[in-house]
Structures are given as C-alpha cells and as structure tokens.
C-alpha cells in the first residue's frame, strides 16, 4: 500500500523558514515524479514544486522561485526547504507522486497517482 505522509508545517513569522517532509513508502518511486502542491482556504489547489525521482530535475511555480527548494534523500523522503516565507504561503502542503509531471489539464489532481493528507503551513504577518 502506497503511503505518501507530510510532516514539517506549522506557524512561522514571514520572513521566516520552514521545512517540510515526506516519508514514502509502499513502493519504488524510481521513475515517478514527486511534487509539493498546496491549498489555501476557499482556493483551489496549486501546484508549488515537482522533481524526478531519479535524475533530480526539478520544476517550481513562478510563486516561489528563489525562495522554496525541492529536495529528496536516499532514504525516500522528499523534502520542501521554504524560505523568506510571506503570508500568502499560508495553505495546506500536500506531497504527491505520479509517473508524469504534474499536469494543470489533468484537473484538480494535476495527474498524480497518490497523495499525502497534507501539512498546515501558517504563516503570520
């Protein structure tokens, strides 16, 4: 059984740092795309950051360029480095996998196969 589990959010001052953390498991996630995506109440969910499992390419939204860093260990978990954090950051983060890139067509899932239950990142003024 696939487990996607975040851990890492909580309440940070902007300007501030968190990271983020994905433990996967039930499979091998060698040729899956691993991505960070996030939702806001009453928005619909974005996608944030993304990386090839193997090979290490990595794809950002133009929202946090420069400030979040995709990552992952050899262990198998993924990790989101998110600096100089603003209050707009605030959201629910949810990791995810899937054999392609995520993908807006796709509709709300991006075409990820699986997904975590997703990290509370609160970020105050």
């Known amino acids: 059984q696939v487990q996607l589990a975040e851990s890492g959010g909580g309440l940070v001052e902007a300007g501030g740092s968190l990271r983020l953390s994905c433990a996967a498991s039930?499979?091998?996630?060698?040729?899956?795309?691993m991505g960070w995506f996030r939702q806001a109440p009453g928005t619909e969910r974005e996608f944030v950051a993304a990386?090839?499992?193997?090979?290490?390419?990595t794809i950002y939204a133009d929202s946090v360029k420069g400030r979040f860093t995709i990552s992952r260990d050899i262990a198998g978990t993924m990790y989101l480095q998110m600096n100089s954090l603003k209050p707009e950051d605030t959201a629910v983060y949810y990791c995810?996998?899937?054999?392609?890139?995520?993908?807006?067509?796709?509709?709300?899932?991006?075409?990820?196969?699986?997904w975590g239950k997703g990290t509370l990142v609160t970020v105050s003024s």
């Open positions: 995810a996998a899937g054999s392609t890139w995520p993908r807006q067509a796709a509709g709300p899932d991006y075409g990820m196969d699986y």
């Open positions: 039930g499979r091998t996630f060698s040729s899956y795309a």
């Open positions: 990386m090839w499992w193997i090979g290490g390419s």
